[in-house]
């Protein structure tokens, strides 16, 4: 059984800085597409980033280019996300999520093409 959970969200400042993790366990992704959605109160799931586990090549939403980056750590089976320059508009719970078949490129940015998600990580701005 596949499992995705999120870790690392919080309330801070606008301008700061946050990392959130996704530790994955149940299976070993090869080809797989793994990303962060964020979903606001009273909005759409939002496409944030996603990378394909082999090969690391990554895509991203454009409200968070230049500013969001996702890695992973493949020793550890964990992604994460590197948030900086954090302003208001990032509140949202954030969900880690896993395709269960291989992914060509381009990568899915819809949610309805993941299979596996986590139980999602509060992240607040205040301004």
């Known amino acids: 059984q596949v499992q995705l959970v999120e870790s690392g969200g919080g309330l801070v400042q606008a301008g700061a800085s946050l990392r959130l993790s996704c530790a994955a366990s149940?299976?070993?992704?090869?080809?797989?597409?793994i990303a962060w959605f964020r979903q606001a109160p009273g909005k759409e799931r939002e496409f944030v980033a996603a990378?394909?586990?082999?090969?690391?090549?990554?895509t991203y939403g454009d409200s968070v280019k230049g500013r969001f980056t996702i890695s992973r750590d493949n020793a550890k089976n964990t992604v994460y996300l590197q948030m900086n320059s954090l302003n208001s508009d990032d509140t949202a719970v954030y969900y880690c999520?896993?395709?269960?078949?291989?992914?060509?490129?381009?990568?899915?940015?819809?949610?309805?093409?993941?299979?596996?998600w986590g139980q999602g990580a509060q992240v607040k701005v205040s301004s």
């Open positions: 999520a896993a395709t269960r078949r291989d992914s060509s490129w381009p990568l899915p940015t819809v949610p309805v093409l993941y299979e596996y």
């Open positions: 149940g299976r070993t992704f090869r080809r797989n597409a």
């Open positions: 990378m394909r586990w082999n090969d690391g090549i990554t």
